[in-house]
Nanobody, 121 residues
Framework: QVQLVESGGGLVQAGGSLRLSCAAS????????MAWYRQIPGKQRELAAS???????NYADSVKGRFTISRDDAKKTVYLQMNSVKPEDTGVYFC???????????????WGQGTQVTVTS
């Protein structure tokens, strides 16, 4: 009963910037964690960045220093600011959230449909 709407993907030149957004809606009592995974062609899906409810962040070594993840609790939205992008960043980026539906705080996981990011050399 949770919908994740991703936006911001597209074509960008190497060295440029891109900002991805993921807005969560539906039956949500609390959002425990929000993250961005990515599917690089020929590779398994991997975690790019995550942010907890306490704003603790975690980044893959390959993106650390270039990407920044943030969240807006009022909008139930997570962002991924991608700076100094490289061709190797090309792939499909998926929003991922862990939410609780009610005061029981039992958690559930949801994936977005993915948004394409293409970095040209």
């Amino acid at each position: 009963q949770v919908q994740l709407v991703e936006s911001g993907g597209g074509l960008v030149q190497a060295g440029g910037s891109l900002r991805l957004s993921c807005a969560a809606s539906g039956t949500i009592f609390s959002v425990n964690l929000m993250a961005w995974y990515r599917q690089i062609p020929g590779k398994q899906r991997e975690l790019a960045a995550s942010i907890s409810s306490s704003n603790k962040t975690n980044y893959a070594d390959s993106v650390k220093g270039r990407f920044t993840i943030s969240r807006d609790d009022a909008k139930k939205t997570v962002y991924l600011q991608m700076n100094s992008v490289k061709p190797e960043d090309t792939g499909v980026y998926f929003c991922y959230v862990i939410v609780a539906y009610d005061s029981s705080l039992r958690t559930y996981q949801w994936w977005g449909q993915g948004t394409q990011v293409t970095v040209t050399s």
